[in-house]
């Protein structure tokens, strides 16, 4: 056997997927001919391979205008399609259960499974889901939004499958940055020990939302450039197989040599070791041999990992060179890839920017990021302070518990993740950080509501989980100014764990020409004797247009600023709620636990028996749609409050 040869063939072949990338570089389908005609998975079962390479081509140029249309997750998908297509071709859904891990691939699987006419409502409000959703189709058998999670909820299907005695495939389809996710290992340790049928697809792009980094995304790395260990591994473990076993002690010493060989040429062989039937890498944008290879996982017994190598992007060239920007997009112009509404300047680049202005007065910050380097802003401190900068992965618990070990040794760690995210690491907020009082910064990102992403991303949580934490403090800016006044507070003169949080998007430059932050104290924006508004944050800009409306009525408000959530400003509400004897308090997280249950404990605890409303969103998962349509739907919108708040007054 020439293992040269033989390892530049297999060098060759993993190289195949890229060569296809770049001879598909612009050549988008325009005509859904085929496409028009799946309405099931039950048609793409009929197709050939070349038929079912047309239907990628068609998939691709209907993802990209669609999506350019609507926003969404274009890169993930476009990478996806061929294994997608496999995976319907073999198996059966509904019956075969496929979990798609974090769910924002599965377009593809949506398409096949009879929504393709709903596209044009692609995350609107009452439109189909940017996730799977059970609600709606019995093709997505899981709800999935947050990743790492798909291995675990596979596994518990397939053992209720074997308790029930019934039969059929389960599948976790899962990303190699979902895979760095503490729970996936856990899933995996589990699930290699069980005799349970189980197929595992990693979907090895290279990508999760930034590049992926650590020790797994190097594993993965050197399976992808090397996969002649496997094939090698093969035939010679064939070759000792042959060898008849002479006496019990001769076979023990064929064992031990079995593996001694295995890890001479495949050291730390994770997945076998962990119990699984490993098969792959495999050319994920080769659907003949991805069908061979579903083909056969189907029949082995046990848990099979099945190790598939694609691109994201694939297909659009400016998705392909940019997938981080591509990831979770806007509305775009295909020809050029540009948003059609310029992304303007939000929370997230007066964080970035300010952290940075700070850290080049102060050597000790240092900044986190879980895979979230450009959507958090930290890309210009993760270039100018590489030393100090960390991207620990999908995985938010490691990072909350890494920064209070930063904290311990004396630096000012800032732990930048979206709000939604940061709910994976409520323990170690609250063992880890806040029972120790250890100074770490949390940069509390997508706080309030998102939009189109849904109930999973919604960060109507983060008040609620943070504000019984002994020891945490808690601020929302209203504007830019109060944002860099908060950071510098938060990361300078504080001592102990604190929070910022801070909306999506865009925010308003200054409400007022200066802003001084002092702990505990909140700001009254506007004067008046018939009733309080208390807000923070982004609904401080509704507090102030709403008092203007009420004005017109005749009802002369003051508004509150309270900048903290936690502690409140309890002398300057007070003293106002003695005054109005009515306090109303709007904010965009949940109505229980909140801005508006702070307030009313206040009050109680001042024996102060003002008339109060609370304005929040309702405790039920809220879904997806823009930004201004569901401040509408749930009556936050300035029209609607002044109509109850009149009726309150009354």
Same mark, same amino acid.
């Given at each position: 056997?020439?293992?040269?040869?033989?390892?530049?063939?297999?060098?060759?072949?993993?190289?195949?997927?890229?060569?296809?990338?770049?001879?598909?570089?612009?050549?988008?389908?325009?005509?859904?001919?085929?496409?028009?005609?799946?309405?099931?998975?039950?048609?793409?079962?009929?197709?050939?391979?070349?038929?079912?390479?047309?239907?990628?081509?068609?998939?691709?140029?209907?993802?990209?205008?669609?999506?350019?249309?609507?926003?969404?997750?274009?890169?993930?998908?476009?990478?996806?399609?061929?294994?997608?297509?496999?995976?319907?071709?073999?198996?059966?859904?509904?019956?075969?259960?496929?979990?798609?891990?974090?769910?924002?691939?599965?377009?593809?699987?949506?398409?096949?499974?009879?929504?393709?006419?709903?596209?044009?409502?692609?995350?609107?409000?009452?439109?189909?889901?940017?996730?799977?959703?059970?609600?709606?189709?019995?093709?997505?058998?899981?709800?999935?939004?947050?990743?790492?999670?798909?291995?675990?909820?596979?596994?518990?299907?397939?053992?209720?499958?074997?308790?029930?005695?019934?039969?059929?495939?389960?599948?976790?389809?899962?990303?190699?940055?979902?895979?760095?996710?503490?729970?996936?290992?856990?899933?995996?340790?589990?699930?290699?020990?069980?005799?349970?049928?189980?197929?595992?697809?990693?979907?090895?792009?290279?990508?999760?939302?930034?590049?992926?980094?650590?020790?797994?995304?190097?594993?993965?790395?050197?399976?992808?450039?090397?996969?002649?260990?496997?094939?090698?591994?093969?035939?010679?473990?064939?070759?000792?197989?042959?060898?008849?076993?002479?006496?019990?002690?001769?076979?023990?010493?064929?064992?031990?040599?079995?593996?001694?060989?295995?890890?001479?040429?495949?050291?730390?062989?994770?997945?076998?070791?962990?119990?699984?039937?490993?098969?792959?890498?495999?050319?994920?944008?080769?659907?003949?041999?991805?069908?061979?290879?579903?083909?056969?996982?189907?029949?082995?017994?046990?848990?099979?990992?099945?190790?598939?190598?694609?691109?994201?992007?694939?297909?659009?060239?400016?998705?392909?060179?940019?997938?981080?920007?591509?990831?979770?997009?806007?509305?775009?112009?295909?020809?050029?890839?540009?948003?059609?509404?310029?992304?303007?300047?939000?929370?997230?680049?007066?964080?970035?920017?300010?952290?940075?202005?700070?850290?080049?007065?102060?050597?000790?910050?240092?900044?986190?990021?879980?895979?979230?380097?450009?959507?958090?802003?930290?890309?210009?401190?993760?270039?100018?302070?590489?030393?100090?900068?960390?991207?620990?992965?999908?995985?938010?618990?490691?990072?909350?518990?890494?920064?209070?070990?930063?904290?311990?040794?004396?630096?000012?760690?800032?732990?930048?993740?979206?709000?939604?995210?940061?709910?994976?690491?409520?323990?170690?907020?609250?063992?880890?950080?806040?029972?120790?009082?250890?100074?770490?910064?949390?940069?509390?990102?997508?706080?309030?509501?998102?939009?189109?992403?849904?109930?999973?991303?919604?960060?109507?949580?983060?008040?609620?989980?943070?504000?019984?934490?002994?020891?945490?403090?808690?601020?929302?800016?209203?504007?830019?100014?109060?944002?860099?006044?908060?950071?510098?507070?938060?990361?300078?003169?504080?001592?102990?764990?604190?929070?910022?949080?801070?909306?999506?998007?865009?925010?308003?430059?200054?409400?007022?020409?200066?802003?001084? +932050? !002092?702990?505990? $104290? &909140?700001?009254? =924006?506007?004067?008046?004797?018939?009733? #309080?508004?208390?807000? %923070?944050?982004?609904?401080?800009?509704?507090?102030?247009?709403?008092?203007?409306?009420?004005?017109?009525?005749?009802?002369?408000?003051?508004?509150?600023?309270?900048?903290?959530?936690?502690?409140?400003?309890?002398?300057?509400?007070?003293?106002?709620?003695?005054?109005?004897?009515?306090?109303?308090?709007?904010?965009?997280?949940?109505?229980?636990?909140?801005?508006?249950?702070?307030?009313?404990?206040?009050?109680?605890?001042?024996?102060?028996?003002?008339?109060?409303?609370?304005?929040?969103?309702?405790?039920?998962?809220? +879904? !997806?749609?823009? $930004? &201004?349509?569901? =401040?509408?739907?749930?009556?936050?919108? #300035?029209?609607?409050? %002044?109509?109850?708040?009149?009726?309150?007054?009354?």
């Amino acid at each position: 056997m020439d293992i040269n040869a033989d390892k530049q063939c297999s060098i060759n072949c993993a190289n195949t997927v890229k060569s296809e990338f770049l001879n598909l570089q612009g050549h988008l389908a325009t005509d859904y001919e085929l496409l028009s005609s799946i309405n099931s998975p039950m048609d793409v079962k009929k197709l050939d391979i070349g038929l079912m390479e047309k239907l990628a081509s068609e998939i691709r140029g209907f993802l990209v205008e669609k999506v350019s249309k609507t926003g969404g997750h274009l890169a993930s998908n476009l990478g996806i399609v061929e294994v997608t297509l496999a995976l319907h071709k073999v198996f059966d859904t509904p019956r075969d259960k496929i979990v798609w891990d974090v769910g924002h691939q599965s377009y593809v699987h949506k398409i096949l499974t009879g929504r393709r006419d709903k596209f044009d409502l692609l995350r609107q409000l009452y439109g189909i889901s940017g996730f799977p959703k059970t609600k709606e189709s019995p093709h997505d058998c899981f709800n999935t939004g947050h990743s790492s999670t798909s291995i675990s909820a596979a596994l518990g299907m397939a053992r209720a499958r074997d308790m029930k005695k019934e039969d059929y495939s389960v599948i976790a389809v899962i990303g190699d940055g979902a895979l760095t996710g503490g729970m996936a290992f856990e899933a995996l340790n589990d699930a290699g020990r069980s005799p349970n049928n189980l197929i595992v697809v990693l979907n090895d792009n290279e990508m999760s939302i930034s590049k992926n980094v650590g020790g797994m995304s190097r594993y993965l790395s050197k399976i992808r450039t090397e996969p002649f260990y496997f094939k090698f591994k093969e035939e010679i473990e064939a070759i000792l197989n042959k060898i008849p076993a002479i006496g019990k002690s001769a076979s023990k010493a064929l064992n031990r040599a079995k593996g001694t060989i295995k890890y001479m040429i495949m050291p730390g062989i994770i997945f076998e070791d962990l119990g699984f039937k490993y098969l792959g890498p495999i050319n994920g944008h080769n659907i003949s041999e991805m069908t061979d290879v579903f083909s056969r996982a189907r029949l082995i017994k046990g848990p099979v990992f099945i190790h598939i190598c694609t691109q994201k992007g694939k297909g659009y060239e400016f998705a392909e060179e940019k997938p981080h920007k591509f990831h979770g997009v806007a509305p775009f112009r295909i020809d050029t890839g540009e948003l059609k509404a310029g992304s303007g300047y939000g929370y997230s680049d007066v964080f970035g920017s300010t952290l940075v202005e700070l850290a080049n007065k102060d050597q000790s910050i240092a900044a986190i990021t879980a895979s979230m380097t450009q959507g958090t802003g930290l890309e210009q401190f993760s270039k100018s302070f590489g030393s100090r900068f960390f991207d620990v992965g999908i995985a938010e618990q490691h990072a909350v518990t890494f920064a209070a070990g930063l904290s311990q040794n004396g630096l000012k760690p800032v732990v930048a993740i979206y709000s939604s995210f940061l709910q994976r690491a409520y323990d170690q907020i609250l063992h880890d950080v806040a029972l120790q009082n250890l100074h770490v910064v949390f940069a509390v990102d997508r706080a309030g509501i998102v939009g189109e992403d849904g109930e999973t991303h919604q960060g109507l949580y983060d008040l609620s989980f943070l504000r019984h934490i002994p020891n945490m403090t808690i601020l929302a800016p209203s504007d830019y100014f109060e944002m860099k006044s908060m950071l510098q507070y938060a990361v300078m003169v504080h001592r102990g764990p604190i929070a910022i949080r801070y909306p999506r998007g865009k925010g308003r430059e200054r409400l007022a020409p200066e802003v001084e +932050i !002092h702990y505990g $104290k &909140g700001v009254r =924006i506007c004067e008046g004797g018939h009733l #309080t508004i208390i807000s %923070a944050g982004t609904m401080t800009d509704t507090a102030i247009t709403l008092s203007s409306l009420l004005k017109a009525s005749g009802v002369e408000c003051d508004v509150i600023n309270a900048r903290f959530i936690k502690p409140l400003d309890a002398k300057l509400i007070a003293d106002s709620a003695k005054k109005t004897q009515r306090v109303v308090v709007i904010e965009d997280n949940t109505i229980i636990g909140g801005l508006g249950s702070a307030v009313l404990e206040m009050l109680s605890c001042c024996g102060i028996a003002a008339k109060t409303k609370l304005f929040a969103f309702p405790d039920i998962p809220v +879904i !997806h749609g823009s $930004k &201004g349509d569901l =401040i509408k739907k749930y009556r936050l919108d #300035t029209e609607s409050l %002044a109509s109850e708040i009149l009726k309150f007054m009354a």
